[in-house]
């Protein structure tokens, strides 16, 4: 069986074979990579702005921070409010009974010594 003749196998026939590369080519190589890393180590600073120029985290980022606020202010009004609480038990219990003697302050502070 007869196959066609195909032109690109004339055109491959005709050129010459590939040269074989500098003995040196690979260590310039190597030389130019590791001279151009060093000289395009990108900074701190750039790392963070190449992170926080991507819309997507910076409004992840700030979400977190809005809710981490949140989260902040509703514990310390929490802590005022059990404190308020707790005085206005006190200030109830001497109401009932002026007699007793008061308790010390369940929230720490600074302590006087008399």
């Keep these: 069986m007869n196959l066609p003749v195909d032109p690109l196998d004339e055109l491959l026939a005709r050129c010459a074979p ?6 040196q080519l690979a260590a310039k190589i190597r030389r130019l990579l590791a001279e151009r ?28 921070c809005v ?25 109830y219990v001497q109401l009932i009974d002026p007699l007793l003697e008061p308790a010390p302050p369940s929230v720490p502070g600074p302590t006087r010594s008399p």
């Excluded at 590939?18 to 003995?23: I, K, L, S, V, Y």
């Excluded at 802590?79 to 609480?85: E, Q, V």
């Design 18 to 23: 590939t040269p074989e590369p500098p003995a």
């Design 37 to 64: 890393g060093e000289a395009q180590m990108p900074t701190w600073a750039s790392r963070l702005d190449a992170i926080f120029g991507r819309p997507s985290f910076a409004v992840v980022f700030i979400a977190a």
């Design 67 to 91: 809710l981490l606020g949140l989260f902040l202010a509703e514990t310390r009004i929490s802590r005022l409010h059990a404190a308020y609480g707790a005085q206005v038990a006190r200030s």
